[in-house]
Protein backbone atom coordinates (compact mmCIF):
# COMPACT_ATOMS: atom_id res chain seq x y z
CA UNK A 1 0.00 0.00 0.00
CA UNK A 2 1.23 3.42 -1.04
CA UNK A 3 1.88 5.76 2.05
CA UNK A 4 -0.43 8.65 0.53
CA UNK A 5 -3.48 9.07 -1.15
CA UNK A 6 -3.94 10.43 -4.46
CA UNK A 7 -6.48 12.54 -5.99
CA UNK A 8 -5.76 14.03 -9.58
CA UNK A 9 -7.66 16.51 -11.61
CA UNK A 10 -7.67 17.01 -15.20
CA UNK A 11 -9.19 20.81 -16.12
CA UNK A 12 -9.83 22.76 -19.35
CA UNK A 13 -6.84 25.53 -19.43
CA UNK A 14 -9.08 28.18 -18.80
CA UNK A 15 -9.71 30.79 -15.82
CA UNK A 16 -12.74 29.42 -14.98
CA UNK A 17 -11.48 26.47 -13.45
CA UNK A 18 -8.67 28.29 -11.53
CA UNK A 19 -11.40 28.47 -8.67
CA UNK A 20 -12.37 25.02 -9.09
CA UNK A 21 -9.14 23.27 -8.41
CA UNK A 22 -8.28 25.89 -5.56
CA UNK A 23 -11.55 24.86 -3.31
CA UNK A 24 -10.94 20.89 -4.27
CA UNK A 25 -7.53 21.54 -2.63
CA UNK A 26 -8.67 23.67 0.22
CA UNK A 27 -10.81 20.56 0.80
CA UNK A 28 -8.25 18.14 0.59
CA UNK A 29 -6.04 20.13 2.86
CA UNK A 30 -8.46 20.20 5.46
CA UNK A 31 -9.09 16.34 5.97
CA UNK A 32 -5.26 16.30 6.95
CA UNK A 33 -5.67 19.05 9.73
CA UNK A 34 -4.18 21.86 8.50
CA UNK A 35 -5.01 25.33 9.96
CA UNK A 36 -7.09 27.90 8.13
CA UNK A 37 -4.29 30.42 7.68
CA UNK A 38 -2.11 27.27 5.83
CA UNK A 39 -5.27 26.21 3.91
CA UNK A 40 -5.53 29.64 2.60
CA UNK A 41 -1.66 29.97 1.63
CA UNK A 42 -2.16 26.43 0.04
CA UNK A 43 -5.17 28.25 -1.78
CA UNK A 44 -3.40 30.67 -3.12
CA UNK A 45 -0.33 28.93 -3.78
CA UNK A 46 -2.23 26.22 -5.74
CA UNK A 47 -4.13 29.59 -7.90
CA UNK A 48 -0.58 30.46 -8.72
CA UNK A 49 0.60 27.45 -10.29
CA UNK A 50 -2.87 26.71 -11.96
CA UNK A 51 -3.10 30.03 -13.08
CA UNK A 52 0.45 30.02 -14.64
CA UNK A 53 -0.54 26.91 -16.30
CA UNK A 54 -3.76 27.68 -17.57
CA UNK A 55 -1.86 30.42 -19.33
CA UNK A 56 1.08 28.17 -20.97
CA UNK A 57 -1.51 25.62 -21.99
CA UNK A 58 -3.78 27.66 -23.49
CA UNK A 59 -1.22 29.66 -25.35
CA UNK A 60 -0.01 26.40 -26.74
CA UNK A 61 -3.92 24.83 -27.51
CA UNK A 62 -6.70 26.46 -27.28
CA UNK A 63 -8.01 23.01 -26.56
CA UNK A 64 -5.46 22.50 -24.14
CA UNK A 65 -5.74 21.09 -20.23
CA UNK A 66 -4.15 21.27 -17.01
CA UNK A 67 -3.52 18.31 -14.57
CA UNK A 68 -3.33 18.96 -10.72
CA UNK A 69 -1.85 16.04 -8.76
CA UNK A 70 -2.43 16.02 -4.77
CA UNK A 71 -0.89 13.69 -2.79
CA UNK A 72 -2.27 13.67 0.57
CA UNK A 73 0.10 12.28 3.89
CA UNK A 74 -0.41 11.72 7.13
CA UNK A 75 1.57 15.28 7.74
CA UNK A 76 1.93 17.06 4.48
CA UNK A 77 0.49 17.72 1.06
CA UNK A 78 2.18 17.57 -2.25
CA UNK A 79 0.83 19.12 -4.84
CA UNK A 80 1.92 18.65 -8.95
CA UNK A 81 0.38 21.00 -11.28
CA UNK A 82 1.52 20.31 -15.28
CA UNK A 83 0.60 22.05 -17.81
CA UNK A 84 0.35 19.85 -20.72
CA UNK A 85 -2.55 17.43 -20.37
CA UNK A 86 -0.55 14.50 -19.45
CA UNK A 87 -1.42 12.32 -16.44
CA UNK A 88 1.67 12.00 -14.52
CA UNK A 89 2.83 8.77 -13.17
CA UNK A 90 3.32 10.72 -9.17
CA UNK A 91 6.36 9.28 -8.20
CA UNK A 92 7.87 9.03 -11.53
CA UNK A 93 7.42 12.54 -12.17
CA UNK A 94 8.64 13.95 -8.31
CA UNK A 95 11.90 12.12 -9.06
CA UNK A 96 12.46 14.08 -11.96
CA UNK A 97 11.89 17.71 -10.73
CA UNK A 98 14.63 19.47 -9.23
CA UNK A 99 15.15 21.83 -7.19
CA UNK A 100 14.28 25.95 -8.60
CA UNK A 101 16.81 27.66 -10.21
CA UNK A 102 16.27 31.43 -10.50
CA UNK A 103 18.73 31.53 -14.04
CA UNK A 104 16.81 28.54 -15.72
CA UNK A 105 13.82 29.12 -15.02
CA UNK A 106 13.95 32.97 -16.23
CA UNK A 107 10.63 32.40 -18.77
CA UNK A 108 8.72 31.11 -16.01
CA UNK A 109 9.70 34.15 -13.80
CA UNK A 110 9.25 36.59 -16.31
CA UNK A 111 5.30 35.05 -17.05
CA UNK A 112 4.87 33.69 -13.58
CA UNK A 113 6.30 37.31 -11.99
CA UNK A 114 4.79 37.92 -8.69
CA UNK A 115 3.21 34.30 -8.99
CA UNK A 116 6.12 32.16 -8.65
CA UNK A 117 7.27 34.47 -5.78
CA UNK A 118 3.93 33.89 -3.88
CA UNK A 119 4.39 29.58 -4.36
CA UNK A 120 8.22 29.75 -2.54
CA UNK A 121 6.89 32.15 -0.12
CA UNK A 122 3.66 30.23 1.02
CA UNK A 123 5.28 26.45 0.51
CA UNK A 124 7.67 24.63 2.36
CA UNK A 125 9.08 23.50 -0.72
CA UNK A 126 9.10 24.26 -4.69
CA UNK A 127 10.40 22.66 -7.48
CA UNK A 128 9.85 23.39 -10.89
CA UNK A 129 10.57 20.87 -14.14
CA UNK A 130 10.71 21.61 -17.72
CA UNK A 131 9.85 19.09 -20.09
CA UNK A 132 6.97 18.38 -22.23
CA UNK A 133 5.84 21.60 -20.73
CA UNK A 134 6.21 23.25 -17.33
CA UNK A 135 5.31 20.65 -14.14
CA UNK A 136 5.57 22.77 -10.49
CA UNK A 137 6.03 20.53 -7.36
CA UNK A 138 5.12 22.00 -3.87
CA UNK A 139 4.99 20.47 -0.87
CA UNK A 140 3.39 22.05 2.48
CA UNK A 141 3.91 20.61 5.85
CA UNK A 142 0.80 20.57 8.67
CA UNK A 143 2.19 22.70 11.07
CA UNK A 144 5.14 24.21 9.55
CA UNK A 145 8.19 23.49 7.90
CA UNK A 146 9.63 20.03 9.32
CA UNK A 147 11.76 20.24 12.12
CA UNK A 148 14.84 17.88 13.12
CA UNK A 149 13.36 15.02 14.83
CA UNK A 150 15.52 15.62 18.05
CA UNK A 151 14.86 19.38 18.67
CA UNK A 152 12.66 20.09 21.68
CA UNK A 153 9.58 21.97 21.50
CA UNK A 154 9.91 25.21 23.32
CA UNK A 155 6.22 25.45 25.21
CA UNK A 156 5.74 28.68 26.67
CA UNK B 1 -16.33 32.64 -7.31
CA UNK B 2 -18.15 35.45 -8.29
CA UNK B 3 -17.10 39.52 -8.15
CA UNK B 4 -18.84 42.53 -7.71
CA UNK B 5 -17.59 45.74 -8.55
CA UNK B 6 -19.15 49.08 -7.69
CA UNK B 7 -17.62 52.29 -8.46
CA UNK B 8 -18.74 56.04 -8.42
CA UNK B 9 -16.89 58.95 -8.99
CA UNK B 10 -17.22 62.77 -8.69
CA UNK B 11 -15.51 65.47 -9.27
CA UNK B 12 -11.86 63.39 -9.21
CA UNK B 13 -13.17 61.33 -6.32
CA UNK B 14 -13.71 57.92 -6.92
CA UNK B 15 -15.01 55.95 -3.84
CA UNK B 16 -15.15 51.87 -4.68
CA UNK B 17 -16.94 48.82 -3.32
CA UNK B 18 -15.38 45.44 -4.23
CA UNK B 19 -16.89 41.97 -3.11
CA UNK B 20 -16.01 38.40 -3.91
CA UNK B 21 -13.18 36.98 -5.01
CA UNK B 22 -9.92 38.31 -7.31
CA UNK B 23 -8.48 35.83 -9.19
CA UNK B 24 -7.37 34.84 -13.01
CA UNK B 25 -10.55 34.61 -13.83
CA UNK B 26 -12.32 37.73 -12.24
CA UNK B 27 -9.56 40.14 -12.61
CA UNK B 28 -9.54 41.38 -15.67
CA UNK B 29 -13.73 42.72 -14.77
CA UNK B 30 -11.82 44.45 -12.44
CA UNK B 31 -9.36 45.75 -14.50
CA UNK B 32 -11.47 46.72 -16.77
CA UNK B 33 -13.98 48.58 -14.63
CA UNK B 34 -10.91 50.79 -13.08
CA UNK B 35 -9.32 51.34 -16.58
CA UNK B 36 -12.49 53.75 -16.96
CA UNK B 37 -11.00 55.62 -14.58
CA UNK B 38 -7.05 55.59 -15.01
CA UNK B 39 -6.61 58.66 -16.87
CA UNK B 40 -8.53 61.46 -14.78
CA UNK B 41 -6.29 63.69 -13.32
CA UNK B 42 -5.42 64.11 -9.48
CA UNK B 43 -7.58 61.28 -9.00
CA UNK B 44 -8.45 60.64 -5.39
CA UNK B 45 -9.58 56.48 -5.58
CA UNK B 46 -10.70 55.27 -2.13
CA UNK B 47 -11.38 51.40 -2.58
CA UNK B 48 -13.00 48.97 -0.18
CA UNK B 49 -12.28 45.61 -0.05
CA UNK B 50 -13.66 44.74 3.37
CA UNK B 51 -15.76 42.09 1.59
CA UNK B 52 -12.58 40.91 -0.74
CA UNK B 53 -12.80 36.99 0.53
CA UNK B 54 -10.02 35.59 -2.13
CA UNK B 55 -7.21 37.38 -3.52
CA UNK B 56 -3.62 36.28 -5.09
CA UNK B 57 -1.21 37.86 -7.55
CA UNK B 58 -3.69 38.40 -9.99
CA UNK B 59 -5.24 40.98 -7.84
CA UNK B 60 -2.20 42.46 -7.04
CA UNK B 61 -1.19 42.92 -10.64
CA UNK B 62 -4.80 44.73 -11.67
CA UNK B 63 -4.07 47.13 -8.24
CA UNK B 64 -0.40 47.71 -9.09
CA UNK B 65 -1.92 48.81 -12.53
CA UNK B 66 -4.25 51.37 -10.86
CA UNK B 67 -1.72 52.77 -8.55
CA UNK B 68 0.77 53.31 -11.23
CA UNK B 69 -1.98 55.00 -13.38
CA UNK B 70 -3.15 57.13 -10.58
CA UNK B 71 0.10 58.41 -9.35
CA UNK B 72 1.42 59.02 -12.91
CA UNK B 73 -1.75 61.74 -13.69
CA UNK B 74 -0.91 63.51 -9.64
CA UNK B 75 -3.76 61.36 -8.27
CA UNK B 76 -3.48 58.93 -4.82
CA UNK B 77 -4.96 55.42 -4.53
CA UNK B 78 -6.17 54.56 -1.26
CA UNK B 79 -7.02 50.69 -0.41
CA UNK B 80 -9.04 50.12 2.98
CA UNK B 81 -10.63 47.60 4.95
CA UNK B 82 -7.95 45.13 4.17
CA UNK B 83 -8.96 41.74 5.83
CA UNK B 84 -5.80 40.07 7.51
CA UNK B 85 -4.89 38.05 4.89
CA UNK B 86 -4.81 40.37 2.27
CA UNK B 87 -2.70 42.66 4.34
CA UNK B 88 -0.36 39.43 4.79
CA UNK B 89 -0.15 39.17 0.78
CA UNK B 90 0.48 43.36 0.17
CA UNK B 91 3.55 42.79 3.05
CA UNK B 92 5.23 39.64 2.09
CA UNK B 93 5.14 40.88 -1.53
CA UNK B 94 6.21 44.28 -0.43
CA UNK B 95 3.64 46.36 -1.44
CA UNK B 96 2.43 47.41 1.52
CA UNK B 97 5.66 49.90 1.82
CA UNK B 98 5.19 51.14 -1.15
CA UNK B 99 1.11 51.51 -1.40
CA UNK B 100 -1.21 53.16 1.09
CA UNK B 101 -3.03 50.66 2.37
CA UNK B 102 -4.94 50.48 5.65
CA UNK B 103 -6.24 46.92 7.55
CA UNK B 104 -10.24 46.41 8.67
CA UNK B 105 -8.80 46.08 12.37
CA UNK B 106 -7.81 49.15 14.20
CA UNK B 107 -4.96 49.54 16.14
CA UNK B 108 -2.77 46.17 18.00
CA UNK B 109 0.23 45.10 16.05
Known amino acids: MRPFDYVEMRVPAKSQYVGVA ?27 AVTNAVQHAYSDDEDGEVVIGCALYGDKIEIMVADHGQSFNFEETKAK ?60 | MNIQVDLQESNNVLKGH ?15 KLEAYQNIESLNADLDLSDV ?50 SAEKGGN
Open chain 1, 22 to 48: RLTISGLASRIGFTYDDIEDLKIASSE
Open chain 1, 97 to 156: VGPYHDQVEGDFLREGGLGLYLIETLMDEVKVHHQEGVTVFMTKYVGGEQVEEDVETISS
Open chain 2, 18 to 32: ISGEIDAHTAPVLRE
Open chain 2, 53 to 102: NYMDSTGLGVFVAFYKSVNSKGGHLKLSGLSARLKRLFDITGLGDIMDIE
